[in-house]
């Protein structure tokens, strides 16, 4: 299983940006996916997921109204838009994956794929 997250980079605050995720080597609809961060210093976080073919979302208290999760399982891929930024934002951001997801928040070790990260900066 590899996931190839992308989409990071340097935005001002209040600036949006849209990160991808592309899966390969499972059944991309079977599994819920994720998004967690990593800001310097801290420990990594849980942002935002979905489970399979569901469209129910579960979100961080700290990006509800921001961020949205969203999933093209024909193109295998997650996608985070993430609106408003703000420099608490920054961090790099890893995409998750787990067969068949799970409801509400996932905990690290609950996640049983991790992509490479892709930083995120949000200057004031």
């Known amino acids: 299983v590899q996931l190839q997250a992308f989409g990071g980079g340097s935005v001002q605050a209040g600036d949006s940006l849209r990160l991808s995720c592309v899966a390969s080597?499972?059944?991309?609809?079977?599994?819920?996916m994720g998004w967690f961060r990593q800001a310097p210093g801290n420990e990594r976080e849980f942002v935002t997921a979905?489970?399979?073919?569901?469209?129910?979302?579960y979100a961080a208290d700290s990006v509800k109204g921001r961020f949205t999760i969203s999933r093209d399982d024909a193109k295998s891929t997650v996608y985070l838009q993430m609106n408003s930024l703000k420099p608490a934002d920054t961090a790099v951001y890893y995409c998750?994956?787990?067969?068949?997801?799970?409801?509400?928040?996932?905990?690290?070790?609950?996640?049983?794929?991790w992509g490479k990260g892709t930083q995120v900066t949000v200057s004031s």
């Open positions: 998750a994956a787990r067969l068949w997801g799970l409801s509400g928040t996932w905990l690290l070790t609950q996640v049983t794929n």
């Open positions: 080597g499972l059944t991309f609809s079977n599994y819920g």
């Open positions: 979905t489970r399979y073919g569901d469209t129910k979302i």
